[in-house]
């Protein structure tokens, strides 16, 4: 059995900063997927991307941490990411991500979305109906935080949200384990709460492709 993982001491960072678009020539079907790219600027190991990715739609709006740079070719890593089976990157680029800003209200999180959508393929000639999955609901992150309007991670995603822009978050877990998204962001600050309890605000994340996950 491998390692439980708790809510208790984890981090949640969120994108304050992206670098410059760094054109991608190319990304190879292997695993892991290894990405060309061109210029003069050379991302570094370790570093959070930001993936936007036309063709290879399983990459694109997505966020991954790179390894195994090779300035001399412009070749790196997309850690532990299979892109065996994936469509070809007709073109593309990526944007170095800074975290500067983390939560330190969160009371609460909620998972929903990921569930598929079927067609009904059933013909004449069957007495069991058949369906087929088509597209998958999106991933949505509701967190109900402490109201506290000067939190770092809130001002970030209520910057977001006022401007209906996109936000990369990354979501550290005590045994080190870590998840990335990127989506859009509900952050009104309007509180809520009941009598006695206390004050809060929710914030939601609504991703715009699938999480990345690292066991470290």
């Known amino acids: 059995m491998g390692q439980a993982i708790f809510w208790s001491n984890v981090g949640?960072?969120?994108?304050?900063?992206?670098?410059?678009?760094?054109?991608?020539?190319?990304?190879?079907?292997?695993?892991?997927?290894?990405?060309?790219?061109?210029?003069?600027?050379?991302?570094?190991?370790?570093?959070?991307?930001?993936?936007?990715?036309?063709?290879?739609?399983?990459?694109?709006?997505?966020?991954?941490?790179?390894?195994n740079v090779n300035p001399a070719a412009k070749t790196f890593e997309l850690e532990n990411e299979d892109t065996?089976?994936?469509?070809?990157?007709?073109?593309?680029?990526?944007?170095?991500?800074?975290f500067g800003a983390s939560f330190a209200t969160?009371?609460?999180?909620?998972?929903?979305?990921?569930?598929?959508?079927?067609?009904?393929?059933?013909?004449?000639?069957?007495?069991?109906?058949?369906?087929?999955?088509?597209?998958v609901s999106p991933l949505s992150f509701g967190m109900d935080n402490i109201f506290d309007l000067a939190d770092p991670g809130f001002v970030?995603?209520?910057?977001?949200?006022?401007?209906?822009?996109?936000?990369a978050v990354r979501l550290r877990f005590g045994t080190g384990a870590k998840m990335l998204l990127l989506g859009y962001v509900a952050a009104a600050g309007v509180p809520t709460g009941q009598a006695q309890g206390v004050v809060q605000t929710k914030v939601s994340i609504e991703a715009q492709n699938m999480p990345t996950v690292y066991p470290n």
């Open 12 to 67: 949640i960072d969120v994108q304050t900063g992206l670098g410059a678009a760094i054109t991608l020539v190319s990304i190879s079907k292997a695993a892991p997927g290894v990405a060309k790219y061109s210029g003069a600027v050379d991302p570094n190991v370790g570093d959070i991307i930001l993936m936007a990715a036309q063709g290879m739609y399983q990459v694109d709006k997505r966020l991954f941490r790179i390894a």
């Open 84 to 98: 065996s089976t994936y469509d070809s990157l007709v073109a593309g680029s990526f944007q170095v991500v800074t």
């Open 106 to 135: 969160v009371q609460s999180v909620n998972v929903s979305g990921g569930d598929p959508e079927f067609a009904d393929v059933t013909t004449i000639h069957d007495n069991v109906r058949k369906r087929v999955p088509t597209i």
């Open 156 to 167: 970030e995603c209520n910057k977001a949200y006022k401007a209906k822009s996109m936000r």
